[in-house]
């Protein structure tokens, strides 16, 4: 891969604790749907990267699980060491904190972010929710912590705030190589944003325990051609730990489940520009989240 002169590059790390809002600061920056939100915690369980491309630069971002305080299964642990993954790695950190609920992770501050010889940008989020005068004291607040690159607000839902991240990002930073093809938006492939976009659906659909009680696995994805146009037959198992889950899951003469089907469908056909079959199933699977196995084929372990 030949780069122009002077190209400039970075991996840009982004995190925070559960439901600040990372992934649809992300999703903003790139400007497209790259990972999956919900108004509920702990949505995020992978470390995803989404690459922002300009003729003289790239930016890999890294959107990561919300750190979580006290882990109750192996999952967790899992989603934990994706988080704090990042600062092996990291070229540029932004800390999202949600402005209406300011809490800080202080573990993150602490024990890594104090030690990083990188940019750190702090990120208010939800900006939106809090006036200003309650903004300038949350400022006044945290400079007192760490010795800021630079402190800014946001609101993914009214837009503002967006572009002078962006901004701040490429101005801070330096010389390097493009990490990935210039047309590549992610290092996933689609079959994993596939079962994001069904279990996106399923924290849209679903109640208190079931979205975290679950899993998707994309199991078939086959190409052919219908009526002449491009289209796909996609089969996905969802995966649950109890038999009155997968009661909740499937519904009354499984109603539940063709809604889901019928949702999902939508969100995948946008995404991928073409029609599909979706075809899905449930399987019970009582300890998943501390099965080291399954954690590993779902991805969670390496």
Known sequence: MQDTPNHKSAFVNIIGLPNVGKSSLLNALLGDKMV?????????????????????????????????????????????DAAFSVFQDTDILILVIDAADPQIPEEALEKKIQHLDVPVILVF?????????????????????????????????NKTGVPKLKQL????????????????????????????????????LYHQEIPYSTEVAVTEFKESIKNGEPFVHIYALIICMRRSQKGILLGKRGSAIKQLGMDSRKSIEAYLGKKIFLELHVKIKEKWRDDDTLLKSFGYLQ
Not at 128 to 140: A, P, S
Not at 141 to 156: A, C, D, G, P, R
């Open 36 to 80: 999956i939100v919900s108004h509920k915690p702990q949505t995020t369980r992978h470390r995803i990267f989404g690459i922002m491309n300009g003729d003289d630069y790239q930016v890999v971002f890294s959107d990561t699980p919300g750190i979580i305080i006290e882990e109750s299964y192996k999952m967790q642990k899992a989603m934990n």
């Open 125 to 157: 989020n939800k900006i939106d929710l809090i006036d200003e005068e309650k903004y300038l004291q949350l400022v006044d607040e945290f400079k007192q912590l760490h010795n800021w690159t630079e402190i800014i607000s946001t609101s993914t839902i």
């Open 169 to 204: 990002i490429i101005d801070n930073l330096e010389e390097g190589p493009a990490y990935y093809p210039k047309d590549q938006l992610s290092d996933r492939p689609e079959r994993f944003f596939i079962g994001e976009l069904i279990r996106e659906n399923l924290f849209l």
